[in-house]
């Protein structure tokens, strides 16, 4: 009985009025407003788009900016003011034409009748996710399928900060454009225009360009990111979480590149990708309180650079062993020290390399403030070691990425060991520069807490906002060498943020540029038994 009067309801529905489909048509004329009410923006605007011939034509403030894309030439042109004298440029290649209709119908649902400026109408909806939140795009159109608006809603691709609200009403249309066959002729304007120098900023391009492949794109480049770093998450809330950091991450790359063209580096998405820069400061570069006196015997303080080689890389010795990972544990303090170790033990004895054990310093080098996984100093590293009587290799006491038992007294030591340690002169990078040049590699302390610095891709990464003074040193790196690229002087810097982190594992730092970073606040090597 019940099922059978739903039956009933469904046809008497059917018999009350035919839902109209979304027009799909290969060739439109439209004109209308297209309003954006956080700006109080009304604009009249006029589209005829044609995917018969490959073109279309926009006016926007009835042709005050004109764009014509003609891709079945190859070519666009984008005609508006300019201070007070109209002109014109063409930017070669072919792209996609934008429409201001839902692009894929089938994948929008019918979502029922209202009234929108004052006529019947018929709605259909897609939803949408962008930056984490959910909106939906709603289509309108009137009992015969002519478009009567397109309401978007929280699209939010042009601006981060305030819920995005764009109305495009239509208040002519038809799909017949043969008396618009004038308007493809190039304006006279355009006879010898030169090429954009700039990306044409579109509207409609930034806006309805993304309808429907956004999500997807998203979607995809997050599924992406995930496989490569073979990243899992524990549920849907944290998934949705990560998402929305990736997404915002990415931004912050993009938009480094993109509007950083005079930048001597460029940054790239990496595993960090969906950690927040708070997650990022509290578990891999925690701050750790400093000891009054770090032990050290001596200082390097021998500041002549006039004898030294233009340009050094340790790795060419054969005693740098391969960039390592950190992973999620603020252990910098033990890779740093570690690297720095490894290298001047081989230099002194000319024999075999020996990765040594981060592990042993985590779980067993409690001295002065060092604490495992929590931070720590490279000087507190060397003081262990020497008063341990050496330390385990790598392999011997393998690295967990986390805080464990102490099991020097149970594992084979390597024979490295320190005799003592030294401070290079504070501020210094000339007694740096010395220091590099004739002992091997040194471990510095580097302010890493710049938001940009975590996604260094390539170039000599230089920072404004990175400071220099001791109190601001919380991550533990080592100088391999240093050298110049155009013009730019820098410190090759072994990082422990895996291979996945800039040109391999390796950043190229600013070097004499006002000890940037703090690159010589606090440099020290050990000096091997
Ligand atoms: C532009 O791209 C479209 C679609 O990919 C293609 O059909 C057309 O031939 C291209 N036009 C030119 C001039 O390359
Ligand atoms: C289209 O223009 C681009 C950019 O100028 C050019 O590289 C490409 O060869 C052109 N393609 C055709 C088919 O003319
Ligand atoms: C469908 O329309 C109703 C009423 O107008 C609205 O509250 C709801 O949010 C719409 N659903 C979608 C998916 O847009
Ligand atoms: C080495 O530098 C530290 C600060 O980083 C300082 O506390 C210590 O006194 C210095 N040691 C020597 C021998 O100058």
Redesign the pocket.
């Given at each position: 009985m019940f099922k059978q009067s739903l039956v009933l309801f469904a046809v008497v529905a059917a018999v009350a009025y035919a839902v109209p489909s979304i027009p799909n048509p290969s060739q439109y004329y439209m004109s209308g407003t297209f309003s954006i009410p956080y700006f109080n923006i009304v604009e009249p605007i006029e589209l005829i788009y044609d995917g018969v011939n490959n073109r279309q034509y926009i006016s926007y403030y009835n042709g005050m900016d004109i764009t014509l894309n003609l891709f079945e030439q190859n070519i666009s042109y984008s005609i508006g003011p300019q201070v007070n004298t109209l002109i014109c440029q063409t930017i070669p290649g072919n792209g996609s034409l934008i429409t201001v209709l839902p692009p894929i119908p089938s994948e929008w649902s019918f979502n029922g009748t209202s009234t929108v400026n004052g006529i019947d109408v018929f709605s259909y909806t897609q939803k949408v996710v962008n930056y984490g939140k959910a909106a939906y795009y709603t289509f309108y159109v009137n009992s015969d399928g002519t478009p009567v608006q397109f309401y978007l809603n929280g699209v939010d691709f042009i601006f981060d900060s305030h819920p995005d609200v764009y109305i495009l009403d239509f208040t002519t249309w038809t799909t017949d454009i043969s008396q618009y066959g004038s308007i493809w002729e190039v304006p006279a304007l355009c006879n010898n225009a030169e090429e954009a120098t700039h990306a044409q900023f579109d509207q409609f391009e930034e806006i309805f360009g993304h309808i429907d492949s956004s999500n997807k794109k998203m979607d995809s480049s997050f599924d992406q990111f995930k496989k490569q770093f073979g990243k899992t998450y524990e549920n849907t809330l944290e998934h949705n979480t990560r998402f929305a950091t990736y997404k915002q991450m990415l931004h912050r790359v993009a938009t480094h590149n993109a509007h950083n063209s005079e930048s001597t580096y460029k940054l790239a998405m990496n595993h960090f990708g969906d950690m927040s820069d708070e997650e990022f400061r509290k578990f891999i570069i925690p701050h750790v309180d400093r000891?009054?006196?770090?032990g050290?015997?001596?200082?390097h303080d021998n500041e002549d650079v006039s004898a030294l080689p233009a340009s050094l890389d340790w790795r060419t010795s054969g005693c740098v062993t391969p960039v390592k990972d950190q992973g999620v544990c603020g252990s910098c303090w033990t890779f740093g020290s570690l690297a720095s170790l490894e290298t001047v033990a081989c230099l002194k004895h000319n024999k075999d390399l020996i990765s040594l054990s981060e592990q042993e310093l985590v779980d067993c080098a409690y001295v002065g403030q060092s604490m495992g996984c929590n931070g720590g100093f490279a000087s507190n590293a060397y003081q262990y070691i020497m008063n341990a009587g050496g330390i385990a290799t790598e392999s011997d006491y393998p690295y967990l990425m986390q805080n464990a038992y102490c099991k020097a007294s149970t594992v084979q030591n390597s024979g490295v060991r320190v005799q003592s340690y030294v401070?290079v002169t504070?501020f210094s990078e000339a007694a740096l520069q010395n220091a590099v040049a004739t002992v091997g590699v040194v471990a510095v302390a580097i302010d890493a807490s710049a938001p940009d610095f975590r996604y260094y891709s390539s170039g000599v990464y230089y920072s404004t906002v990175c400071q220099s003074g001791?109190d601001y040193l919380d991550h533990e790196v080592a100088v391999l060498g240093y050298g110049t690229d155009n013009g730019q002087q820098y410190w090759i810097v072994k990082n422990s943020w895996s291979t996945y982190y800039g040109n391999e594992g390796i950043v190229w730092m600013a070097m004499n540029r006002d000890n940037n970073c703090g690159i010589a606040s606090?440099a020290t090597y050990p000096i091997a038994v």
């Open positions: 000891d009054e006196n770090n050290a015997s001596e200082v401070n504070a001791l606090q």
